[in-house]
């Protein structure tokens, strides 16, 4: 699909890395040629996602723990980053998510997800994005991995809701503020792709697993995990100069399916034949 060398000599982080899709992400720049750097907090997911993908893609792949809700752990991250070599791309990636009543979530959980997600992103693309503005360095990008809630909300995930669309207010501020500097902004929403994080949090059986979910997605399947990879490796790459700002929609068409025609036209969708005739306006 890309020519192999589509990101040779861009050093890229991707927060939370080590796990789901910003593993695959990390994967997928390493085949096409970057110099990877993956983040958590954990750091033997991480050496043991290094050293798979090392060896899998034959590319260069470092790691650094770090929180990213802490600053001065931030700041320590992307000095260690710095020292070696600059960055040419941020992809904030790393998410926590909770799925619960709003009113009766602790502060405790309301500011976790607000932490990794809302400032955790904001800590990264500021720490980069000062780096790059003082040393005078342009063509640098920041994607940000979003969700349908940061654009339509969401219940019972209203804190990762509500940092989502910060980040995408962000994305869009900054679009504008640093486009000048030559550093460019833009994210991706995906819709459900399966990963052990996403899916312990978010799909207990009780809510009909992965069956049920799939009934609200028109292309009646989930996303793979190398759809989203290739849409962010065109992203962040040279190709993509001249998008920022914007946040691309990749959920096999689920956002649309709950528009316009709404709640009603759902079950319609279910209908046989029959039903269909029976509702047809008779020719007299
Ligand atoms: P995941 O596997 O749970 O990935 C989350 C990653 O974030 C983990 O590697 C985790 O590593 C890291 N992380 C969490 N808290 C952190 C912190 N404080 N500091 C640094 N790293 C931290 O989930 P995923 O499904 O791949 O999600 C990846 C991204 O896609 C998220 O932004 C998510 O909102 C978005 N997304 C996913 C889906 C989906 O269907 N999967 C749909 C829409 C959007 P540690 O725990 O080791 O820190």
Redesign the pocket.
């Known amino acids: 699909m890309f020519l192999p060398d589509l990101l040779k000599g861009k050093r890229i982080l991707v927060?939370?890395?080590?796990?789901?899709?910003?593993r695959s992400m990390a994967e997928r720049f390493l085949e096409l040629g970057a110099n990877v750097v993956i983040?958590?907090?954990?750091e033997e997911?991480l050496k043991e996602t290094a050293e798979a993908l090392g060896k899998s893609t034959g590319g260069e792949i470092e790691t650094v723990g770090?929180?990213?809700?802490v600053p001065d752990a931030v700041e320590a991250m992307m000095d260690t980053i710095w020292q070696k070599r600059p960055l040419d791309i941020l992809v904030n990636?790393?998410?926590?998510?909770i799925l619960a009543q709003t009113h009766k979530m602790s502060t405790r959980a309301i500011d976790a997800v607000l932490?990794?997600v809302l400032h955790?992103s904001a800590y990264c693309t500021v720490a980069a994005g000062r780096r790059w503005i003082d040393a005078g360095e342009r063509d640098k990008v920041v994607m940000s991995?979003?969700?349908v809630s940061s654009l339509m909300g969401a219940p019972f995930t209203v804190p990762?809701a509500m940092a989502?669309a910060g980040v995408l207010a962000m994305t869009k501020s900054l679009a504008v503020e640093w486009g000048p500097k030559g550093i460019r902004t833009c994210a991706i929403v995906?819709?459900?792709?399966?990963?052990?994080?996403?899916w312990s949090r978010l799909m207990p059986a009780a809510r009909g697993g992965n069956e049920e979910m799939v009934k609200t997605i028109p292309l009646r399947r989930v996303g793979e995990h190398i759809e989203l990879a290739n849409l962010a490796a065109y992203l962040v790459s040279d190709g993509a100069a001249f998008i920022n700002g914007d946040a691309i929609v990749i959920d096999g068409g689920k956002m649309l399916q709950s528009g316009g025609g709404g709640a009603s036209t759902q079950t319609m969708l279910d209908w046989t034949d029959e039903q269909w005739d029976a509702i047809r306006p008779k020719r007299k």
């Open positions: 927060t939370g890395g080590g796990t789901g899709l910003g983040c958590g907090r954990r997911v770090c929180d990213v809700r990636n790393a998410a926590g998510q932490g990794i955790g991995i979003l969700t990762s989502k995906p819709g459900p792709f399966p990963t052990e994080g996403a």
